[in-house]
């Protein structure tokens, strides 16, 4: 019973210790979408596709969408982190 035990624990352990680098990857995608947002993102975006280039800036409704994805998932992997902490 004790192998069993810390067996789980170690494995808790590994789980929750991947919870600091996914939530880093996932504030990085929160910046990107802050630094991404430009008011005349719809102009711009028109330039870039005349140029065949594809259209990088996010406009308030798009910034605003993807901030929510980023930011609820940072919070599961909190959640997570949380639960799997109370565990070990």
Do not use: Q
């Amino acid at each position: 019973m004790p192998r069993k035990n810390i067996f789980i624990g170690f494995f808790l352990s590994l789980l929750n210790g991947c919870a600091g680098p996914i939530s880093g990857w996932i504030i990085i995608k929160c910046m990107f979408a802050m630094v991404m947002f430009d008011p005349k993102a719809d102009t711009k975006n028109e330039e870039l596709k005349a140029m065949n280039i594809d259209p990088i800036y996010y406009n308030a409704d798009e910034m605003k969408v993807e901030l929510r994805i980023w930011l609820i998932a940072m919070s599961l992997v909190a959640f997570i982190s949380g639960i799997l902490k109370f565990f070990t």
